[in-house]
């Protein structure tokens, strides 16, 4: 791992996405999204750096596999000797399609879930639980056909306060379908006051105590399910210096080639700006179409954008974003294989 500056580099191959879930901003900005796919003459401007990149995440605002030049993608990302992952809605993979998935040797694929039964379909319009599991069974056949131990299954799985009564069915619902890892997040970029309350968040020490215990239950069950849970907890009453989204180490390259510290500060708009959301700024460094990465990543304006997190005067929009309060319940996890928490 030598001469690797960034931790992970997270590319939106493309901001089109082929379903609805009612709490994306995808959903609720759709009048004013800007559908493209990252083009492969500008991924192309990356090459020279990506050995400088310990992991390539292949996702943003939408759905990996619209964009028909993802394989290239990452077979050149994987030639130069980066870890490669991806996450997907599912919609797309069938048995041709995992077959491709297992010869790419991408190293892990994390299937979105936000509910344990037909209330994930409720909150993730155009996707069904059912088609999550069939796409896993696909690659798990696909796997053990061409004998290819890749890619590594996770779950990124949304935890809604409304859904938190049916969390401990979790561990039964996945067993025994060869996932590695299931990573909770919650919601945390809220593009509306309608989704406030889908926040996760506690009146007092008291209720973030027992969600933790419940977690920890949680995470006990799914070891006797040789399941390895892993979840991050907003806790109020405590900030980072930095984010959970490690912007020291780590850039989000927008499918128009836009850099920015992270996805949730570079939304596809046509306009930048929102209705019902007056905490998003857009903050972008540069665009590799015009200028070369390594001088972005240098600039005077990047440099004091990470600087600021260290003097605790970062710059809107990481000020009061939820992100900064986003702590591990403690279990043992494998953070090569993170899920960089998003759709």
């Not at 379908?177 to 006051?193: A, C, E, H, K, W």
Request: hydrophobic share 35%; glycine share 4%.
């Amino acid at each position: 791992m030598q001469n690797k500056i960034w931790d992970w580099m997270q590319v939106e191959v493309t901001s089109l996405c082929n379903a609805n879930c009612n709490y994306c901003p995808h959903t609720v900005y759709k009048k004013n999204w800007a559908n493209r796919h990252l083009e492969m003459e500008i991924f192309k401007k990356l090459i020279s750096h990506l050995d400088k990149i310990k992991l390539i995440y292949f996702q943003g605002w939408g759905e990996p596999f619209l964009n028909p030049k993802l394989f290239d993608m990452i077979e050149i990302a994987k030639k130069l000797g980066c870890r490669v992952g991806t996450t997907s809605n599912a919609n797309l993979i069938d048995k041709e399609l995992s077959e491709r998935i297992v010869v790419s040797r991408i190293d892990n694929i994390s299937f979105s879930l936000a509910g344990v039964d037909k209330d994930n379909d409720i909150h993730r319009e155009g996707t069904s639980i059912e088609r999550v599991l069939n796409a896993i069974d696909e690659i798990n056949k696909a796997k053990k056909k061409l004998k290819i131990n890749l890619p590594k299954i996770n779950i990124a799985y949304l935890l809604f306060p409304s859904e938190l009564g049916k969390i401990h069915n979790l561990p039964d619902l996945l067993k025994g379908r060869g996932i590695y890892q299931i990573v909770i997040s919650t919601l945390d970029f809220i593009p509306t006051s309608k989704f406030e309350n889908e926040s996760l968040k506690f009146n007092n020490l008291n209720e973030s105590y027992e969600f933790q215990k419940k977690i920890k239950k949680l995470i006990e069950l799914g070891k006797d399910y040789g399941l390895e849970i892993y979840c991050n907890v907003p806790i109020l009453t405590n900030k980072l210096k930095t984010c959970s989204e490690n912007p020291e180490r780590s850039f989000f390259l927008g499918s128009d080639g836009s850099v920015s510290p992270c996805v949730f500060t570079n939304l596809p708009l046509i306009l930048n700006s929102t209705d019902d959301n007056k905490n998003y700024n857009k903050l972008v460094f540069g665009n590799i179409e015009e200028d070369d990465l390594i001088k972005i990543w240098n600039s005077k304006e990047y440099k004091d954008f990470r600087a600021s997190f260290e003097k605790e005067l970062c710059n809107m929009p990481c000020k009061d974003c939820l992100k900064r309060y986003i702590f591990p319940i403690e279990t043992t996890f494998d953070s090569t294989f993170v899920s960089i928490p998003i759709s």
